[in-house]
């Protein structure tokens, strides 16, 4: 079975400070994952995805995400929060192979102080 | 279009009463995805369809809940008998088969009084 575990539902961070964001997952065959970043009243939007290739995925927007097989952890970071990123961020989880439909967490919605 | 599209945006509707959602996915995408997102929680899974293959129901809550789609066309979401925990955002995304990226729809949310 596919799961996700976002810790901390709500983080804030000032302008210009680091934002991490904490994502581990569980997987019985290795996984796809993925970032989706949802801004105020807007659907989702894909920021980055880990498909077994390099395991330091670069994303939109300044995010990045390292796939740790070792720590089963997929974290999102960005060296300067904007007041722009301020939206809420869901990592995802799904199989290599079948229908790839998608086990979320339940978000970390990140607020930028100015 | 360019993306996803869903309608209604919004929909209040009694206790009781059957709902119907829709979703035009991007064209060419063969593979579609319904997707619920209760307040406060993540997305869950409900049904997922993948040309004219049978569709993957698994994730469907209850027999209130049932889905069609016409070729790799518009999807429909029908929600029976609709009771108050049924309120949520139903998200539609697609993709180019399955595996690729999903592109999500911007929801419909559903208020069931």
């Known amino acids: 079975a596919q799961s996700v575990t976002q810790l901390g539902s709500h983080v804030s961070v000032s302008e210009g400070a680091l934002v991490l964001l904490r994502c581990n997952y569980s997987s019985s065959v290795p996984p796809y994952l993925f970032w989706y970043v949802q801004y105020p009243n807007q659907g989702l939007q894909l920021l980055l995805k880990?498909?077994?290739?390099?395991?330091l995925v670069k994303g939109i927007n300044g995010f990045e995400a390292e796939f740790k097989k070792s720590e089963t952890s997929f974290h999102l970071t960005k060296p300067s929060a904007h007041m722009s990123d301020a939206a809420e961020y869901f990592c995802?989880?799904?199989?290599?192979?079948?229908?790839?439909?998608?086990?979320f967490g339940t978000g970390t919605r990140l607020t930028v102080i100015p | 279009g360019a993306g996803v599209s869903q309608s209604p945006s919004n929909k209040v509707t009694e206790k009781g009463k059957d709902v119907e959602l829709r979703c035009d996915p991007i064209s060419g995408h063969t593979a579609l995805y319904w997707y619920r997102q209760r307040l406060g929680q993540g997305l869950e899974f409900l049904i997922y369809f993948q040309g004219n293959s049978a569709p993957d129901k698994s994730g469907l809550p209850s027999d209130r809940f049932s889905a069609e789609r016409t070729g790799e066309s518009v999807s429909t979401l029908t929600i029976q008998r609709t009771q108050q925990e049924d309120s949520a955002v139903y998200l539609c995304?697609?993709?180019?088969?399955?595996?690729?990226?999903?592109?999500f729809g911007p929801g419909t949310r559903l208020t069931v009084l």
């Open positions: 880990y498909t077994s290739a390099a395991t």
């Open positions: 995304a697609s993709s180019r088969r399955a595996g690729h990226e999903q592109f």
């Open positions: 995802a989880v799904s199989l290599q192979t079948g229908a790839n439909n998608l086990f």
